[in-house]
T-cell receptor, first 114, second 112 residues
C-alpha cells in the first residue's frame, strides 16, 4: 500500500484567485491521478499526472484551468486557477503502485470558493 | 462509456443487521473492481479489490462478490455497527487505461 498526504486539507478562497494543492507519497509510484468530487456527487477524474511530461487531461478539463506538475515519482501539484464558486469541491489525489492496479487515495482537500 | 450505478442511494439499518449494497456497471470489459469507504468530508479508504478473474473477496465482516458477465457487484457487511456509517463507493478500472469509473455511492446510517 501507500501513504498519501495532501496540503492544504481545506481552504476558503476568494473568487478569481488560484490555489495550489500538493500531494506527497511515501514511495515512488508510476501513476498519479487527480480527482474532483463536487458536493453530493461522485468522483470525476481530472487528469493523470505524468512524471517529466505534460499531464493527460480528461474531457472537460483543460490545462489552463487545472495546471498540474509532477517533478518526480513521489510528488505532484494541482492548481485550481481563476476560481469561481463552481470550483468548490473536494480534490483528491490517488496513486497506483506499479503492477498493482489498485488505487490508493489521499485524504482530500476541501475547497470552498466565495 | 462506462456507467456505474449504485442502489440504493441511501439506507438506514438498525445495529446488528446485515448490509447489502449493490453496484452495476454497463461495460463488462473491466480489469478490476474496488469498493471504497468515504466518511463525510474525507478521502477514500480502500476496502476490497476484486480482480476480473475473481468471484469474491473477503475481509473481516466484509464480503464483496463480482459477476462480470452480468455487470454486477455486491458488498455485504455482516452484523453492522454504528461505526459502519459512511458512504460506500464502487469503482471499476476499465481495461487498458487505468482509469477508475465511480458510482455515486451508497450512503449508510447504522442506528444504535
Amino acid at each position: 500500500s501507500a501513504v498519501i498526504s495532501q496540503k492544504p486539507s481545506r481552504d476558503i478562497c476568494q473568487r478569481g484567485t488560484s490555489l495550489t494543492i500538493q500531494c506527497q507519497v511515501d514511495s515512488q509510484v508510476t501513476m498519479m491521478f487527480w480527482y474532483r468530487q463536487q458536493p453530493g456527487q461522485s468522483l470525476t477524474l481530472i487528469a493523470t499526472a505524468n512524471q517529466g511530461s505534460e499531464a493527460t487531461y480528461e474531457s472537460g478539463f483543460v490545462i489552463d484551468k487545472f495546471p498540474i506538475s509532477r517533478p518526480n515519482l513521489t510528488f505532484s501539484t494541482l492548481t485550481v486557477s481563476n476560481m469561481s464558486p463552481e470550483d468548490s469541491s473536494i480534490y483528491l489525489c490517488s496513486v497506483e503502485l506499479q503492477g498493482d492496479y489498485e488505487q490508493y487515495f489521499g485524504p482530500g482537500t476541501r475547497l470552498t470558493v466565495t | 462509456k462506462q456507467e456505474v450505478t449504485q442502489i440504493p442511494a441511501a439506507l438506514s439499518v438498525p445495529e446488528g443487521e446485515n448490509l447489502v449494497l449493490n453496484c452495476s456497471f454497463t461495460d463488462s470489459a473491466i480489469y478490476n473492481l474496488q469498493w471504497f469507504r468515504q466518511d463525510p468530508g474525507k478521502g477514500l479508504t480502500s476496502l476490497l479489490l476484486i480482480q476480473s478473474s475473481q468471484r469474491e473477496q473477503t475481509s473481516g465482516r466484509l464480503n464483496a462478490s463480482l459477476d462480470k458477465s452480468s455487470g454486477r457487484s455486491t458488498l455485504y457487511i455482516a452484523a453492522s455497527q454504528p461505526g459502519d456509517s459512511a458512504t460506500y463507493l464502487c469503482a471499476v478500472t476499465v481495461t487498458g487505461n487505468n482509469r477508475l469509473a465511480f458510482g455515486k455511492g451508497n450512503q449508510v446510517v447504522v442506528i444504535p
